[in-house]
């Protein structure tokens, strides 16, 4: 069973930077298709990030592109989100998630529980 650890969350001000780090246990990372996911209040879970199994490929939310950087530490067993220049409505409970497709495949079959980003204005 594969569990996921999200860290790094927090309060920070308008343009400064998080990096939000995900440890996994039982499955190697580099077995496993990561993703990154987040959820602000009274909105519906939406897609972030992807790094794949295949090639460990990074994919973008159109959104998200250019302040948010997927990467994966394999020795460590770990993904890690860098988030730049944050913005209020960057504001949300970032999840960490697995599948073992080797796509992107926005179903996933492990969650982690989540870190608080909250950015103030």
């Known amino acids: 069973q594969v569990q996921l650890v999200e860290s790094g969350g927090g309060l920070v001000q308008a343009g400064g930077s998080l990096r939000l780090s995900c440890a996994a246990s039982?499955?190697?990372?580099?077995?496993?298709?990561m993703y990154w996911f987040r959820q602000a209040p009274g909105k519906e879970r939406e897609f972030v990030a992807a790094?794949?199994?295949?090639?460990?490929?990074?994919y973008y939310a159109d959104s998200m592109k250019g302040r948010f950087t997927i990467s994966r530490d394999n020795a460590k067993n770990t993904v890690s989100l860098q988030i730049n220049s944050l913005k209020p409505e960057d504001t949300a409970v970032y999840y960490c998630?697995?599948?073992?497709?080797?796509?992107?495949?926005?179903?996933?079959?492990?969650w982690g529980q989540g870190t608080q980003v909250t950015v103030s204005s």
């Open positions: 790094s794949t199994r295949s090639a460990h490929s990074t």
């Open positions: 998630a697995a599948n073992t497709a080797y796509f992107v495949r926005y179903e996933c079959d492990y």
């Open positions: 039982g499955r190697a990372v580099s077995t496993l298709s």
